[in-house]
């Protein structure tokens, strides 16, 4: 497997920790997206879309984090499920991962406050507000469903890592990144603190990329 990848990307994260959670050995490939190496040809036939990540497995090329993930639990399905448990648990767990990867994440991205600042002239103070505007709307949302849970778990869906924690660290990285309060969150917070105790997350944390 080689995962093309860029150490900050919160969506190359993701996949960087759903890899290590099925204790898949992969060669890293950075494609920094603050020098536009993303923007080359080489890349394009790679992703039309010229994003990371991009997974090449058996010489198949998958783009976006999220159906990474799917093939990744669909191929492989006997190391470390993702997605978990019954019908309605499995609907809660990509409902939890979606409200990040579809609600935060895509008003939050790179290309997104780049085009803030150098086409709609925001500064850095209403950037700011903007990243932090969407990541709060959507924590104090998923602060409120795992409050509301009849059982406390280590984690957001139990006592094993799901698409939920995948998807889930990444994001409060990028909050912590941005200033983000994280004492509104104290489940976040304390999921946050669990994953970082295992070796898959720690392992896939930015700072210790190879193009950190």
């Not at 159906?67 to 639990?73: F, M, R, S």
């Not at 709609?120 to 209403?126: F, K, S, Y």
């Not at 994280?182 to 997350?201: G, H, R, T, V």
Request: a negative charge; hydrophobic letters at 40%; glycine letters at 2%.
């Amino acid at each position: 497997m080689i995962l093309y990848d860029y150490c900050r990307s919160s969506a190359a994260y993701r996949v960087r920790i759903a890899l290590n959670l099925k204790t898949f050995s992969y060669q890293h490939q950075s494609v920094n997206l603050l020098k536009s190496s993303h923007t080359d040809d080489e890349h394009a036939q790679r992703n039309s879309q010229k994003l990371v990540p991009v997974l090449s497995d058996q010489g198949v090329e998958i783009s976006q984090s999220m159906a990474i993930c799917e093939y990744l639990d669909e191929a492989y399905p006997d190391t470390h499920p993702l997605v978990t448990g019954s019908p309605v648990e499995r609907a809660k767990i990509r409902a939890f991962a979606q409200a990040i990867a579809c609600e935060i994440h895509p008003v939050n991205n790179l290309r997104v406050l780049k085009y803030l600042v150098s086409e709609l002239n925001a500064d850095e103070a209403q950037k700011l507000a903007w990243y932090q505007h969407w990541v709060n709307t959507t924590f104090t949302a998923l602060e409120a469903q795992l409050a509301a849970k009849e059982q406390t778990s280590t984690f957001c869906f139990g006592e094993q890592p799901t698409l939920a924690d995948v998807c889930l660290i990444p994001q409060v990285f990028n909050a912590k990144r941005f200033n983000v309060d994280m004492s509104a969150y104290p489940l976040i917070s304390q999921i946050d603190e669990a994953c970082q105790q295992l070796k898959a997350f720690s392992d896939a944390h930015p700072a210790v990329q190879p193009d950190a």
